[in-house]
């Protein structure tokens, strides 16, 4: 069974919970392979990921460097597809079938399970076009890990927090074995 997660991360300020995400997988033998959107590259370092896992961070489709087809690469034998944390705008490219940067391309070209844990404003998260979207992805097979209740970094309350990372985990880890 291979062992290869691609671990997506995009730009919620929750961002910096994938740094545990990527801990707990690779503590249960999982290779990491992140893909994190250029926005999301101002609230994390690739530095911290790649240590952690071990592999280059993936964030730019566009390189000079040939041998590596990111989205095309990418695909291969994964297990799974995990987007932790999603903001409204990567979870509307993905039920939208824009492919405009190298996680939402990933997204059109995996063929493996994907779960998706989104974090936003509590008034984004009831905004009719999230839920839409939502609604969906589901409905074409994607899993999701509702955000919690609670209070979110601009203040405010309401459903938003991104779900506890042990569940995001587990959510996964069933996902992979099915
Ligand atoms: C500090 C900061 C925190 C943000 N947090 C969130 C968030 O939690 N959820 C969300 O959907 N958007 C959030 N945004 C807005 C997104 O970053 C913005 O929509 C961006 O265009 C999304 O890009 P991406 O999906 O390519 O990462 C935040 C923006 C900033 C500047």
């Known amino acids: 069974m291979s062992k290869k997660i691609i671990l997506g991360i995009s730009s919620s300020i929750a961002a910096y919970k994938a740094i545990e995400l990527t801990r707990l997988f690779v503590r249960d033998g999982y ?35 040939n041998r590596m087809m990111g989205h095309i690469a990418l695909k291969e034998d994964a297990a799974l597809m995990v987007v932790a944390p999603a903001t409204a705008n990567i979870i509307g ?13 990933t997204f059109m070209s995996v063929i493996c399970p994907v779960v998706i844990a989104p974090a936003m404003n509590p008034n984004m998260w009831n905004h009719i076009p999230v839920q839409e979207n939502i609604k969906r992805l589901k ?40």
């Open 93 to 105: 490219k993905f039920a939208n079938g824009i492919a405009d940067d190298l996680l939402s391309t």
């Open 31 to 65: 290779s990491v392979h992140h893909v994190v959107t250029e926005n999301a590259m101002h609230l994390v370092t690739p530095l911290t990921l790649e240590t952690l896992s071990g592999n280059p961070v993936y964030s730019q489709s566009f390189v000079r460097d």
């Open 139 to 178: 409905s074409w097979g994607v899993t999701f890990v509702d955000p919690d209740h609670g209070e979110v970094a601009c203040g405010d309350t309401g459903y938003g927090k991104l779900a506890e990372i042990e569940k995001i985990f587990e959510v996964s880890v069933h996902a992979i074995k099915g």
